[in-house]
């Protein structure tokens, strides 16, 4: 790394933070310290693992800093004399001591198209809303949630059967490379921010249990929104003779004809391995990964040739 390149202080936890921590390395720039979220037990056997942006940080020998709250342990950051902060998906709220004593100020990639969906989840809710698009947008961190001024954006079409996890790897790969595109002039005082329009503004809170719970009463868009949008995480989850049953994944057929059936009833197809569920108008979802109470998760082939006798009835929830 050559000493006459700025100094960066990156911020993040999550795998979408590995990926352009990596390119930040990859791509020459002088990462002087990375701060990420501590380790916490994960799975079953509760194993202490590191984040991965902590793993892409010990891999290239970088200083890794680990405070439980940086809003009152956050002298580390300044000791590395850092030029510019760069945040993604870090998960804490960055103290105004580190967001302007950097020459650059601090800057944050978000997986939104600003100011629409502020917030924790913004992947989710885009597509529980059925949105035709999403995106990232680089902005000015300031003392305010995802409010700063916008320094560049790019737009990511949604597809109509596209996961939360499918577009949050889409978005990964176009926060990479919009922030390597974008540094060059920014670091070179080119870029002429833009303020967010505050009556553009939308939220995205972070997923409630609440909201994991399918409700065959609605219709079915909003319910394939629902199982595609909580894929893989937290995943969507109905109730099959009183035991809980997730659905990883469906598909939605939009110009289907409206019938009378009533809400949750499953009619099964085997030799077309189909298995479709009826919702609140009268149309049908197409249930493709499943995973029954006590069971792994698998396709709706495998699930279906197990069976012995075929569900009629999923359990409805107001």
């Known amino acids: 790394m050559m000493n006459d390149k700025p100094r960066i202080v990156f911020m993040g936890t999550p795998d979408i933070g590995a990926h352009v921590l990596r390119q930040l390395i990859d791509h020459s720039y002088c990462v002087v310290g990375v701060v990420s979220q501590p380790d916490r037990p994960v799975g079953r056997k509760r194993e202490l693992l590191p984040t991965p942006v902590k793993k892409v940080a010990l891999e290239y020998n970088i200083p890794v800093f680990q405070p439980e709250k940086i809003r009152h342990d956050f002298q580390q950051v300044l000791d590395w004399n850092p030029d510019v902060i760069i945040t993604t998906a870090y998960g804490q709220i960055v103290p105004d001591e580190l967001l302007y004593a950097p ?11 600003l100011p629409k969906y502020r917030g924790g989840a ?14 990232v947008t680089i902005m000015y961190m300031v003392d305010k949630l995802d409010a700063g001024n916008m320094l560049a954006q790019t737009i990511v079409p949604i597809s109509d059967d596209l996961t939360m996890g499918e577009l949050h790897d889409q978005l990964m790969v176009a926060g990479g490379k919009l922030l390597l595109d974008m540094l060059p002039s920014f670091f070179t005082g080119e870029i002429t921010p833009i303020e967010q329009d505050e009556k553009q503004v939308t939220l995205a809170p972070n997923i409630s249990r609440a909201m994991e719970a399918i409700n065959w009463n609605k219709e079915a868009q909003i319910i394939h929104n629902q199982i595609r949008g909580l894929s893989p995480w937290p995943v969507a989850h109905t109730k099959l003779e009183g035991h809980n049953f997730k659905i990883w994944q469906a598909t939605f057929d939009r110009n289907q004809s409206a019938t009378n059936k009533r809400p949750g009833t499953i ?6 391995k189909q298995f479709l569920v009826y919702c609140g108008d009268g149309k049908a979802i197409s249930l493709l990964v499943v995973q029954p109470a006590g069971k792994q998760k698998q396709a709706i082939e495998g699930y279906l040739n197990g069976l012995k006798v075929a569900p009629v009835q999923f359990d409805t929830c107001e």
Do not use: F
């Open 103 to 113: 020459k650059y100020k601090a800057i944050n990639v978000h997986t939104s198209l």
């Open 122 to 135: 913004p992947i989710h809710h885009a597509i529980l809303n059925g949105d035709s698009e999403s995106g």
């Open 267 to 272: 009619v099964i197809d085997k030799k077309a």
